[in-house]
């Protein structure tokens, strides 16, 4: 079996928050707290879960544009974490990120020509003829026309706009892109034929994608495996077929209950969770998802973090309702083990 192109394990990111002069106990924002997962070489793993989960601090630690507080990630089998600034420049070439909003992803003072070239300059040491015939074939891989390379990003349409930073993402030859929220910033219409370019251009470059979103159809769309996160904590993982038709965690039930149905009368089976999402400096004691729980058992959701329980097919966990010794009967392995789960190949 082949290693994971990336693996993540025990991921944890916590922000210090400034106190008063006295204050002699620092508060945290654990924004990411102990986050595990692997994805094989062309496979695509989506991060899912409401706004101030995570899922973008994952992917900014994964990259290191911030430093981890505890962890390991491994690119190829080499440790990011404790990597050396020349080491983690030339690992950089090999990933790449999408940012979630393409208008302030470029920059409004320089051409097409100059944003895709500039990754080309510094890296490849292009110039001239060479460089300005790779930047054209860049911008035909992503479907523009070389008229657009003399363009400011003003002069753009969103999807365009969102084909640039791609261009750009693209020019040194990636194996493993970061797509944080893609298609949030553009129209319905265009949203479909980014998902469907993005599914193209993973099979003809044979890309590696960590996909990031709070659209679950998006993620149910594009993706073989999908992760649930909750308060800086992936709480269910598995395929992502299985999570979305059988979803097992209370908090993944509501999410998919709140899916529209293209149809003109919506069942009125949604789940509504009440309250807001607990602060990330005050995270519950126990289950952290316990203040909104609809299918809290007792005293023991409130006092003991739940461990991590696997299936038989591959999928985990982390919920009370589970009995790990029943699991572990039935697949054969330690239900609170955490084990990392792999995507599975095509």
């Known amino acids: 079996m082949m290693d994971p192109l990336l693996h993540v394990k025990n991921l944890k990111k916590y922000f210090p928050l400034r106190k008063g002069f ?24 989506g991060l899912v879960g409401e706004s101030g989960s995570g899922k973008t601090t994952v992917a900014r630690a994964i990259l290191r544009l911030i430093e981890p507080t505890e962890g390991e990630v491994r690119f190829e089998g080499m440790d990011i974490c404790r990597s050396s600034e020349s080491e ?10 999408i940012f979630q909003d393409p208008h302030s992803s470029l920059n409004p003072r320089k051409t097409v020509f100059k944003i895709v070239s500039e990754p080309l300059i510094i890296h490849e040491g292009l110039r001239g003829k060479k ?10 891989t992503v479907g523009l026309k070389s008229e657009h390379m003399f363009r400011y990003p003003h002069e753009l349409s969103g999807g365009q706009k969102q084909r640039v930073g791609i261009a750009r993402a693209l020019s ?16 319905v219409s ?18 590696t994608y960590l996909f990031i979103s709070h659209n679950l159809a998006v993620i149910r769309y594009t993706c073989d495996t999908v992760g649930v996160m909750y308060l800086g904590k992936i709480i269910e993982m598995g395929e992502a077929e299985k999570v979305f038709s059988m979803p ?43 203040t909104r729980c609809f299918e809290k058992i007792g005293a023991v959701c409130e006092e003991r973090e739940p461990e991590t329980y696997c299936f038989p097919d591959g ?32």
């Open 131 to 140: 460089l300005r015939r790779r930047v054209e074939e860049l911008l035909e």
């Open 22 to 45: 006295l204050e002699k106990e620092k508060t945290y924002v654990r924004a990411v707290d102990d986050v595990s997962f692997s994805i094989r070489r062309g496979n695509s793993f």
């Open 190 to 207: 265009v949203q479909a034929q980014m998902l469907n370019f993005l599914e193209s251009l993973q099979r003809e470059l044979d890309l």
């Open 172 to 187: 040194l030859n990636p194996k493993l892109l970061i797509l944080d929220e893609p298609t949030s910033a553009l129209d």
């Open 88 to 97: 983690i420049n030339e690992m950089r070439r090999e990933m790449q990120i």
């Open 315 to 346: 999928s985990q966990v982390n919920c009370h309702l589970f009995k790990s010794t029943a699991l572990d009967d039935e697949a054969g392995h330690g239900g609170g083990s955490g084990k990392p789960l792999e995507t599975k190949d095509r």
């Open 248 to 290: 097992r965690h209370p908090y993944t039930k509501a999410l998919v209950s709140a899916v529209p149905i293209p149809q003109a009368e919506q069942p009125e089976t949604a789940i509504l969770l009440e309250g807001d999402i607990p602060s990330a400096t005050h995270i519950p004691s126990g289950c952290r998802f316990h």
